[in-house]
């Protein structure tokens, strides 16, 4: 009996395409065993890591989208001395800068050799005007004439581990390369962003700096107890500055991370599932506690901002009556040594308690500097080169004051457009956040709001922390931020590349 006829026709060139397809596998093994017997002649018990990291790079390099969803992970916890900055004695070789060059070169293929798999283009990375403008042009300005000045940094700091800047290579590495780069990374968030189908897919980009930033604070937390002081030791400026040293951060910086965590948590929880939701609180509760633990006046600022914000936001009395009663019984409850670290200074009427000496010893000492160089500022970090610094009136490497450090570095033309970036930035977050709000699809962009409203609360808190720390320059403590940042800037194109898309369709329309 004949047998039946196949209901499904033999596609014309299938047996090829199958045969190359096993040679190429073939191959592809054969090219693996050859490589793992070198690697294991040559390094021997490193072999297995390194073709484990091997395949890691070569997964990026086919799909760029794990490259930015780990580096989403991992530029949180650049800061940590618990994570490898180098591999191997090779400066430069870590896992953070592997995982961004895999994921560059598989963009860049991607554009080349287009596949049924193609990743976001690259040209299409979220790049507004005023970012340019604001914030990358004066400090490339300002790099450029600090450079000028390198070679008088004292040798006392260009020789200690805190600052190396008389080197002009790392001078420019640490102070212009390092912060373009925080930028970049939140620009590739937003350029996943913006060129997802669904917003489920978007999804894990939105978390994974909340991942990174509570594997930070884990950390940091290990730190903490791990040097078995007591709250009470904790608390003191020897016990703080070696936490710092353990950490790769100071608390005042760290504590800033801490609460851009809070309000991104907090805020995208309310357009979450109850698991999800879970999860949120839970990242919450994380920041709450290891900010406390940083005993960062500055960083109690912050998160009160965050608080009160949130509350405002909840728009319905009973929860903001129910939220408050909460706080005011957490607050009973505070340790010691926190309510003692927020009081120093302010029962005794201490100028110079309260702000840790920087009103009476480093700010007199620096404002008349302003004066030399108002109009375009000495360059980034110029109060190394300062006359109090140079002279040995004054031994800090940072004037403890953003704005001060604006001023300083910038002078008032760098540091107008430097402060109107974040001027323009929390009114272009709220005015986005409305318009996804009353948009078509606003239920569905309802956790995308939050986040926006997030995001603007975060300005709000480095404002206020920039008082007594920071730079309002992208920093390592920044980090969330500009992650942030580069998200909302993916909406941001995202909502205007939809708009686009409906006003030519209504333009073809009536053409027709």
């Not at 180098?86 to 560059?104: E, F, K, Y």
């Not at 102070?175 to 913006?194: D, E, F, K, T």
């Not at 700010?363 to 160089?373: A, E, K, Q, S």
């Amino acid at each position: 009996m004949p047998k039946a006829a196949s209901m499904t026709p033999v596609r014309q060139g299938a047996h090829k395409q199958n045969s190359v397809r096993t040679l190429r596998i073939v191959a592809g093994a054969i090219v693996l065993a050859i490589v793992m017997g070198l690697l294991v002649a040559q390094v021997e018990f490193l072999a297995l890591p390194l073709l484990a990291g091997a395949l890691v790079v070569a997964a990026i390099v086919h799909e760029p989208r794990r490259g930015i969803l780990l580096l989403s992970v991992l530029v949180p916890l650049e800061a940590s001395t618990r994570v490898p900055h180098h591999l191997m004695g090779i400066t430069g070789l870590n896992p953070l800068n592997l995982t961004l060059l895999a994921t560059l070169i598989g963009l860049m293929l991607s554009a080349v050799f287009p596949g049924t798999r193609r990743a976001p283009p690259l040209k299409g990375l979220p790049l507004p005007v005023p970012l340019l403008v604001l914030m990358v042009l004066p400090m490339i300005l300002a790099a450029v004439h600090g450079s000028f000045s390198v070679e008088l940094i004292p040798n006392i700091f260009g020789r200690s581990d805190e600052s190396s800047y008389a080197d002009l290579p790392v001078y420019l590495r640490d102070l212009l390369q390092a912060p373009l780069l925080r930028i970049l990374y939140g620009l590739l968030l937003g350029l996943v962003v913006r060129f997802e189908a669904t917003a489920a897919g978007a999804r894990p980009f939105l978390y994974g700096p909340l991942v990174g930033l509570s594997g930070l604070a884990g950390i940091f937390l290990f730190n903490a107890y791990g040097s078995g002081a007591s709250l009470q030791e904790m608390g003191s400026a020897d016990a703080r500055d070696i936490l710092a040293a353990a950490a790769g951060m100071h608390p005042n910086e760290i504590s800033l991370m801490f609460n851009c965590g809070l309000a991104w948590a907090l805020f995208t929880a309310r357009a979450e599932s109850n698991l999800g939701r879970l999860f949120l609180w839970g990242v919450s509760l994380l920041m709450v506690i290891a900010n406390l633990l940083t005993f960062s006046r500055g960083g109690y600022f912050g998160m009160m901002v965050v608080v009160i914000a949130y509350l405002l936001h909840l728009r319905r009395l009973n929860w903001v009556l129910v939220a408050a009663a909460a706080l005011g019984i957490g607050a009973l409850f505070l340790p010691q040594a926190v309510l003692e670290r927020v009081a120093t200074g302010l029962t005794e009427g201490d100028i110079n308690a309260l702000s840790g000496g920087r009103a009476t010893l480093i700010w007199p000492l620096l404002l008349p500097v302003i004066g030399d160089h108002w109009i375009f500022g000495s360059g980034i970090e110029s109060i190394l080169w300062s006359p109090p610094v140079r002279s040995g009136a004054l031994f800090v490497t940072q004037p403890h004051n953003a704005y001060l450090a604006l001023l300083l570095d910038y002078g008032v033309v760098g540091g107008a457009m430097i402060f109107s970036f974040y001027v323009w930035r929390w009114f272009d977050l709220r005015r986005l956040a409305l318009s996804l709000e009353g948009g078509a699809n606003a239920a569905e962009n309802e956790l995308w709001v939050q986040f926006l409203r997030a995001t603007s609360v975060m300005v709000l808190v480095l404002l206020v922390q920039a008082v007594t720390d920071n730079r309002l320059t992208p920093t390592a403590s920044q980090t969330v931020l500009w992650l942030a940042f580069g998200l909302a800037f993916g909406l941001r194109a995202r909502w205007r590349d939809r708009e686009l898309r409906a006003a030519d369709g209504a333009a073809s329309e009536v053409a027709t």
